[in-house]
């Protein structure tokens, strides 16, 4: 294979450390990759830029395709957002794939008594909560935006099943919350069940993502691929990264079509930078999915096996391993690897160099933003209208108030207090806080909505309003609890 051009970024903290100590094991396996090394993170915040990348560094990694990243430092407050984040959504980085696997000489409770894991996680990476579309809709209640789009889910969950059927994976799990967020998660599980249905030689099921949380403490042997929105796969990627010995041991992918990022999941760790205490093992293993993602699967082969063959000589940084033995430093380790390379593990079976799923092709130039639509096969039709009302009057009084403005046709059907209605029946011990939501049938045009809030409006501030739409014969809106 002819050399590869990549964008790198040392990063902060301790970043610089172990990028260094990846690349020095990368050159002597003789990896043919070219590094174009680029400046982001703390320094260019410090410089003034607020997206925390310079111009050239955003036209490296849209002309190489592939960065390949080591933590860097979000300032705290001023309103600034992670440059990990803003990099994954402003570059279409949908699948986040991380690895969990137990290694050679790390301890954890599931080495102790036998239990290997390998389960590997594939994290919707653009959309949830991670929109960061937040409001202070009164000065005591904050909401926060969830979206959850069909195209958004079929891309990650087409990629799990993809990755499961060329990799050879059996079983592929959607976990989610959809028994409570009946439309957001109800359209994730939806399309899962939809695209597993061209995948018939893969075994696939769904779990609710708490029971899920359960299940991996008592018994992650039953897991290979589990596939999950962007939060529950944020809080559960971390959980598993427990239970084979902390985030210095767990690889992190994000996968997008045109461009893709390679980085361990933990941070600068500012504690201990400058000091060559640092870990490079999670560098390195992401540093390993990159280089199968390309296509040098027999170089991932043999650094991968050198790596598990040095874990069990017992080699170690200060964070793990035998404390009987004496820690090596960053380099040392990275040395004590590169001294190994060839060697193969005798306790653990050897990684086998066989073609990933993901292979890399180049994108060349794009001039505009992707639409991403599915076919409507449904009628949409307008019902209604919820909006929302700081108030801190009883909702009878605020039903006394709104009933008057209402036309004819119009409606009042409930008004409800952090999603528990309240009116016209519920329970005296509902507790309230100054934010409404009240909701109107029998109005079906974008206009009568407007002119109905604007004739409100002159009594109750109005924070945020959504229409009820029916989509066919299903309506496109939640009942409130006791409705
Ligand atoms: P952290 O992961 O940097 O540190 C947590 C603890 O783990 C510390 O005790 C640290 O010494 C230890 N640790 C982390 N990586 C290690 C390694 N490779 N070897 C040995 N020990 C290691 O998390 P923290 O302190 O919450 O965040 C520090 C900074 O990192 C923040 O500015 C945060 O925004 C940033 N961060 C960046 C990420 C990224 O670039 N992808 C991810 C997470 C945090």
Redesign the pocket.
């Known amino acids: 294979m002819s050399n590869i051009k990549i964008s790198v970024a040392k990063?902060?903290?301790?970043g610089p450390e172990?990028m260094d100590a990846v690349l020095n094991i990368f050159n002597a396996a003789n990896v043919k990759l070219d590094y174009e090394y680029i400046d982001m993170g703390k320094s260019i915040y410090d410089k003034g830029f607020s997206t925390g990348m310079t111009d050239e560094a955003k036209v490296s990694v849209e002309g190489n395709g592939i960065l390949f990243?080591?933590?860097?430092?979000?300032p705290?407050g001023g309103g600034v957002k992670?440059?990990?984040v803003t990099a994954r959504k402003t570059w279409s980085t949908y699948a986040n794939r991380r690895h969990f696997q137990s290694l050679p000489g790390v301890d954890t409770v599931f080495s102790k008594a036998g239990i290997p894991i390998d389960i590997t996680i594939v994290r919707e990476n653009i959309e949830g909560t991670y929109g960061g579309i937040e409001h202070m809709n009164t000065h005591d209640v904050a909401i926060c935006r969830r979206i959850i789009s069909r195209p958004g889910s079929a891309q990650v969950i087409r990629f799990a099943f993809e990755m499961a059927r060329k990799e050879g994976f059996k079983k592929v799990t959607c976990a989610h919350k959809a028994n409570i967020m009946k439309l957001t998660d109800g359209l994730f599980l939806e399309t899962f069940q939809e695209i597993a249905k061209e995948y018939p030689e893969i075994n696939s099921n769904d779990i609710i993502v708490d029971d899920l949380a359960m299940k991996l403490v008592a018994r992650p042997q039953e897991f290979q691929v589990v596939v999950l929105t962007n939060l529950q796969g944020d809080i559960m990627s971390d959980l598993c990264a427990g239970l084979v010995g902390g985030?210095?041991f767990a690889p992190s992918a994000n996968i997008g079509d045109n461009i893709s990022i390679f980085?361990?999941?933990?941070?600068?760790?500012?504690?201990?930078t400058g000091k060559l205490?640092?870990?490079?093992?999670?560098?390195l293993l992401s540093g390993l999915m990159m280089l199968r993602y390309i296509g040098f699967v027999k170089e991932a082969a043999l650094i991968e096996n050198a790596l598990r063959y040095t874990l069990e000589q017992g080699v170690h940084?200060?964070?793990f391993g035998d404390r009987a033995l004496a820690p090596s430093n960053t380099n040392e380790f990275a040395e004590a690897i590169i001294k190994n390379l060839g060697k193969q593990p005798e306790f653990s079976k050897p990684r086998e160099a066989v073609d990933g799923v993901e292979l890399f092709t180049k994108t060349e130039n794009k001039h505009y933003q992707k639409m991403m639509v599915t076919p409507l096969h449904t009628e949409q039709k307008i019902v209604g209208v919820d909006f929302f009302v700081e108030s801190d009057l009883p909702a009878s009084e605020m039903a006394k108030l709104i009933e008057p403005k209402l036309a004819s046709s119009q409606k009042l059907i409930m008004i409800s207090n952090r999603g528990t209605m309240v009116w016209p029946t519920g329970s005296a011990f509902t507790e309230c806080v100054d934010h409404y939501r009240v909701r109107i049938e029998g109005t079906s045009s974008q206009v009568e909505i407007f002119a109905l809030l604007s004739a409100i409006s002159a009594d109750m501030y109005i924070p945020s309003h959504e229409v009820l739409r029916m989509y066919g014969s299903k309506p496109g809106y939640s009942l409130a609890q006791g409705q």
């Open positions: 990063g902060d903290g301790i172990i990243k080591g933590p860097m430092e979000t705290k992670s440059i990990n985030l210095g980085e361990a999941v933990h941070g600068t760790a500012p504690d201990i205490l640092a870990n490079p093992t999670s560098l940084t200060a964070d």
